[in-house]
C-alpha cells in the first residue's frame, strides 16, 4: 500500500528516499486560547437566569430561606440543650413549640388592634386631610388646582362627563384572600425549622463524606462553622436589640398616650429586620398614627421624634458595639442588596438579604481568588484588618 502524507501548512512532506530517522520532527500543535470575555458572559447569564429562577420561586423559596435562618439563630440553643443529655429531637420539638405558642399568641393578642386599625383604614385618609388642614397655603393650592380639573372635565357645554368608577376589593377582603397562603408558609417554615434542628450535625456529616480529599474536608467544615457561627451570633444578637427596641419604643408610645402601643413594640421589633427601609417606614408609622390621635400636629411630631431619637442610639451606638466590627458591611453594597431582593421577594427578602452578605463575605474570606470581593463587601477600613490577620485557611 502507498503511504499517506498529510501536508501540514509550512512544513515540506518527507521524500520517499529519506530514512526515518532523517525526517524533521513536526511541530506540537498550539494550546487552545482562552478568552476570559467568554467566562464573564457565562456568568452574567447564569446570574440572570439565577435570580430570575429565584423571583420565580418566591413562593417555594422564602419560607425555606426564613425556616434555614431561624435554624441558624437557634442552633446554638439545640447545641447547649444537646450538651445537657437532651436529644436534638427533643430540642427540635421544644423549639419549634415554643415558637409556633409565641406567634399563637401574638395573632390572639393583636388581633383586636388589627382589625380595628383595618376597618378605621378607608376613614384614616379623610382624617390625615382633616389634621393637615392647618397648613392652609399647601390647602388652597390642591383646592385650586381641583377646581381647575373639576371645569376641565364639564367640557365647553357645562355638562358634566360620565364618570367611570372601578370598584376594587377592600382590604379585608384581600387580607382574607391572602391569609391561607401566609398560614400555610408559617407551617412550612416551623415544619421544616423542626427538620433542621432534630437532624442535628447532619449536614456537616455529609459534607465530610462527598468531599473527596482531607484538606477539602477541612476547608468545607471550617467554612460552614464559621459562616454558621457569625450569622448565628448576627441573627441572635440583632434579635435581642430588636426586643429592647421594641420594647423601648412602645414603652414611649405608651407614656405619650398613643394607641396601640403593644402593637407598637411588635412592629417595630419586626421592622428592625430591616436596615434603612425598616427605621424610616417605622418612623413614618409613628407620624401617621400620631398625627390621626393627637388633637394637632405636635402628637405625630412626638411620636416620629421619639422613635427617631431611640432609633439613632440603637443604629449608632447599641448595634455597633454587640454586633462587632468583624460582621461590619458595605453600606451601598447592602443597600442595593436589599433594593435586589425586595424586588425579587418583597418583605422577605429585605430580611435575608444583610445575613445573605454576611455569609457570601464569609465564604469569600477562605476562597483566595475571591478575596478581593470579600474585601469588596466589608466596611471601611476593615480590609485593612483582614489583610493583617492570618490567613484562615
Known sequence: MNDIVLERPGVAPPSATSQPEQMMPIPAAEPIRTYPAAS??????????????????????????????LALVFTPVRRFLDRRGIPSGLSAVLIVGGLLAIVVAGMLVLSGPVSDWIARAPSIFSDLQAKMHALRGVASTVAEVGN????????????????VVVKQPGIAASLAWVAPLFLAQIVFVLVLLFFLLS????????????????????????????????????????TMINIGLGIAIGTVMWAIGMPNPLLFGVGVFALNYIPYAGPATGVALA??????????LWMGALA??????????EGHLITPYFVGRQLRLNTVVVFLSIALWAWMWSVVGMIVATPLLVAIRTFCE??????????FLSARGDEQEEASAPNPT
Open 148 to 163: 381647575q380639573v373639576d371645569n376641565i372635565t364639564k367640557g365647553p357645554t357645562g355638562s358634566p362627563v360620565p364618570e
Open 40 to 69: 464573564w458572559a457565562g456568568i452574567g447569564i447564569f446570574l440572570l437566569l439565577l435570580f430570575a429562577g429565584m423571583a420565580y420561586a418566591r413562593e417555594f423559596l422564602m419560607p425555606v430561606a426564613l425556616a434555614f435562618l
Open 199 to 238: 437532624s442535628g450535625d447532619m449536614i456537616y456529616e455529609k459534607i465530610v463524606h462527598v468531599l473527596p480529599t482531607l484538606t477539602d474536608k477541612k476547608r468545607a467544615i471550617r467554612i460552614a462553622r464559621d459562616i454558621e457561627q457569625k450569622l448565628s451570633t448576627y441573627l441572635f444578637t440583632i
Open 304 to 313: 416620629g421624634g421619639s422613635y427617631i431619637l431611640i432609633a439613632t442610639i
Open 287 to 296: 407620624t401617621i398614627v400620631g398625627l390621626i390621635s393627637g388633637d394637632g
Open 366 to 375: 477562605y476562597i483566595p481568588p475571591l478575596e478581593g470581593v470579600g474585601a
